[in-house]
C-alpha cells in the first residue's frame, strides 16, 4: 500500500529565508508525486507535479521539488520566501490507476 | 468552467441525523474522492469512486456512505451522525493524475 510521510507538522522560516518541506512515501510501484498547497480557509491548489522525465520540478511562484528515487523522497524547496506563501502543503502519492493518498501536511510559517 | 463543486458549504447538525454532501464537477472526470480534514490529521480519504456506478472505501469509511449514479456527481451520506465526524470534508476530481479540489463543506455535529 502507498503511503506519505511529512516529516514536520510545522516549519517557521523568517521571510526571505529558504525553506525546504521534506516528504517520503513508500510504494512498491511507480508513483506520481504532487505538492498541494491550501491557503486559509480554502481548498487545496496544485503546486507542482512528478509524472516522468525530469526529476526536478518547478512551480511558477518560485517553489522547487526534487524526485529521489533512492531515499524515495519528494522535498519542496523555496530559496527565499514571501509572507504570501504561508499557507499548509500537502505531499501526495498516486500510482496510474489508483486513488491520491495526502500526507498528514507541513504548516508553513512565515516570520517577518 | 465551475470545477468541483460542493454543497453545503456549512451545516450544522444535532448527533443522530443524518445528510447528504453533493460533489457536482463538470470536468468529465472518472476519479472522484471525498476526504476529511481534521487539524493535526492532514486529509484522509473516506471513499473513492473510479467510475459511474463503482464505489470503494478508502482509510475511514466507517459512518459514511456514498453513491456515483451519474458520473459528475458524487455524493456522500451520513446516516446517523456522530460528534466524532466534525470535521471539514472536501470532495475531489481527477483524471488518472491531477486531482481538483471543492471549497470544503463544514460541518459541525453537536
Known amino acids: 500500500a502507498q503511503s506519505v510521510t511529512q516529516l514536520d507538522s510545522q516549519v517557521p522560516v523568517f521571510e526571505e529565508a529558504p525553506v525546504e518541506l521534506r516528504c517520503n512515501y513508500s510504494?512498491?510501484?511507480?508513483?506520481?508525486l504532487f505538492w498541494y498547497v491550501q491557503y486559509p480557509n480554502q481548498g487545496l491548489q496544485l503546486l507542482l507535479k512528478?509524472?516522468?522525465?525530469?526529476?526536478l520540478v518547478e512551480s511558477i511562484n518560485g517553489f522547487e521539488a526534487e524526485f529521489n528515487k533512492s531515499q524515495t523522497s519528494f522535498h519542496l524547496r523555496k530559496p527565499s520566501v514571501h509572507i504570501s506563501d504561508t499557507a499548509e502543503y500537502f505531499c501526495?502519492?498516486?500510482?496510474?490507476?489508483?486513488?491520491?493518498?495526502f500526507g498528514k501536511g507541513t504548516r508553513l510559517h512565515i516570520l517577518p | 468552467n465551475a470545477g468541483v463543486t460542493q454543497t453545503p458549504k456549512f451545516r450544522v447538525l444535532k448527533t443522530g441525523q443524518s445528510m447528504t454532501l453533493l460533489c457536482a464537477q463538470d470536468?468529465?472526470?472518472?476519479?472522484m474522492y471525498w476526504y476529511r480534514q481534521d487539524p493535526g490529521m492532514g486529509l484522509r480519504l473516506i471513499h473513492y469512486?473510479?467510475?459511474?456506478?463503482?464505489?470503494a472505501k478508502g482509510e475511514v469509511p466507517d459512518g459514511y456512505n456514498v453513491s456515483r449514479l451519474k458520473k459528475q456527481n458524487f455524493l456522500l451520506g451520513l446516516e446517523s451522525a456522530a460528534p466524532s465526524q466534525t470535521s471539514v470534508y472536501f470532495c475531489?476530481?481527477?483524471?488518472?493524475?491531477?486531482?481538483?479540489f471543492g471549497q470544503g463543506t463544514r460541518l459541525t455535529v453537536v
Open positions: 475531489a476530481s481527477s483524471y488518472r493524475v491531477e486531482a481538483f
Open positions: 510504494s512498491s510501484v511507480s508513483v506520481y
Open positions: 512528478y509524472l516522468s522525465g525530469s526529476t
Open positions: 501526495a502519492v498516486s500510482n496510474r490507476d489508483d486513488k491520491i493518498i
Open positions: 470536468m468529465n472526470h472518472e476519479y
Open positions: 469512486s473510479v467510475g459511474e456506478g463503482t464505489t
